[in-house]
């Protein structure tokens, strides 16, 4: 029997997670049926989904007898949005160990690019051990640098415009 590579449709699924006492609706791809896992977690840009980053990537890891999973963060994709008032990376940390556990997935490999980054190293941070190996893209920091002074030189410009041309306001 020859491979079938793997389609959005089919692969296509949903899982309820508790977040705060909210329930989310998580949409995943979910492809092959190796006995590890890799997951792959996108970054924060316009269309960024699961599948829009890391289709291409998909069936050389199935064929290669991985299971792969693309999650589609909160507020991405076709997942429910949440407002979250801490940190971006641990609520999709805490997202993703809610989708493994219900898959009964004991430990993954990671893959995050940009915001998926993060997200893979708050996931490992927090539950070591159901971190295998990570790979991180584009990741930058997710914070303030302790090399670079701020404000950056920039923003020391556009202050220094505004303050001596006030913005008009309209008054109502």
Not at 61 to 67: I, K
Not at 90 to 115: E, F, P, T, Y
Not at 116 to 127: K, Q, R
Not at 135 to 147: E, W
Request: aromatic share 6%; charged share 20%; net charge positive.
């Amino acid at each position: 029997m020859s491979y079938q590579p793997q389609t959005e449709a089919a692969t296509s699924r949903f899982l309820n997670v508790d977040e705060g006492g909210r329930t989310l609706r998580i949409h995943i791809n979910d492809c092959g049926d190796g006995k590890e896992t890799v997951v792959m977690l996108h970054g924060s840009g316009p269309g960024a989904t699961g599948w829009a980053n890391f289709s291409r990537n998909i069936d050389p890891l199935v064929e290669a007898g991985y299971r792969v999973l693309l999650l589609d963060c909160p507020g991405w994709g076709k997942s429910d949005a949440i407002v979250n008032s801490g940190s971006r990376s641990d609520l999709n940390a805490r997202i993703l160990k809610s989708v493994v556990d219900q898959l009964g997935i004991d430990k993954v490999h990671l893959l995050g690019n940009s915001m998926g980054g993060h997200s893979a190293v708050a996931f490992t941070l927090s539950w070591p051990e159901a971190g295998a190996k990570l790979v991180l893209m584009g990741g930058g920091t997710g914070g303030m640098s302790l090399f670079t002074p701020m404000p950056t030189e920039g923003i020391k410009l556009l202050n220094a415009c505004t303050a001596s041309r006030p913005l008009k306001t309209s008054k109502r």
